[in-house]
């Protein structure tokens, strides 16, 4: 089993619909748990950062960690056709392992006007 | 503006050439990483230094080369040991206490002919 799972897509939603992204990992060491968004042939971009568990919402987004089903998600609310872009979802334990993140393939994700 | 400047953007070399790649950072990061990316694939680390003189292998260091002589510079050499070298490399940064927060480059993309 991979360190990481993340469904690649591609993902097509309609404008304005509410969109989920989920990533499950094995490691139980993680603490750190981040997304970041990737534009095609740019390098990622940190959209949201959680240490341990629970909630955090900036603006339209909002991260979810569940270290108990080792599962962690974004929601993008009102998504619209700027937030077509691939979805990486990363993570690392704390400590001197913090400085190597463990990244999912990504979700391809297309908002359709 | 602070930022991570990669270059070149697209890289054409022959099998069996050495190539190195430019990461400068002017953000007074510690911390650095050269992370390779493949379609399908996610984001896999080559090489990462928190700090100056200093320098660990990431999960694929094999066939690659780093130097840490500067904070802001932390070149990438591809040798003509890498096997597959054709990829998009990025190059990232954060603050020491933690590598949850990375700031990429626009990446590098290379190609062997």
């Known amino acids: 089993q991979k360190e990481v799972e993340q469904d690649p897509g591609p993902l097509s939603v309609p404008e304005g619909a509410i969109v989920s992204l989920n990533c499950t990992y094995s490691n139980s060491a993680f603490q750190y748990f981040m997304w970041y968004r990737q534009y095609s042939r740019k390098g990622p971009e940190l959209l949201m950062y959680?240490?341990?568990?629970g909630n955090k919402e900036d603006g339209r987004f909002t991260a979810q960690v569940d270290k108990s089903s080792k599962y962690i998600s974004l929601f993008i609310r009102d998504s619209q056709p700027s937030d077509s872009a691939t979805y990486l979802c990363?993570?690392?334990?704390?400590?001197?392992?913090?400085?190597?993140?463990?990244f999912g393939k990504g979700t391809k994700l297309s908002v359709i006007p | 503006d602070g930022g991570i400047t990669q270059s070149p953007k697209y890289l054409f070399r022959k099998e069996g050439q050495n190539v190195t790649l430019s990461c400068e950072q002017n953000l007074n990061h510690d911390a650095m990483y050269w992370y390779r990316q493949d379609p399908g694939q996610g984001l896999r680390l080559i090489y990462y230094?928190?700090?100056?003189?200093?320098?660990q292998k990431g999960d694929i260091a094999e066939g690659y080369s780093v130097s840490r002589e500067k904070k802001e510079s932390f070149p990438l050499t591809v040798t003509s040991a890498q096997k597959n070298p054709t990829a998009f490399y990025l190059c990232a940064s954060s603050r020491t206490g933690g590598a949850g927060e990375l700031f990429f480059g626009e990446g590098s993309r290379l190609t062997v002919l």
């Open positions: 959680t240490y341990s568990s």
């Open positions: 230094s928190q700090i100056v003189n200093d320098f």
């Open positions: 990363a993570m690392s334990p704390s400590g001197a392992g913090s400085y190597q993140l463990t």
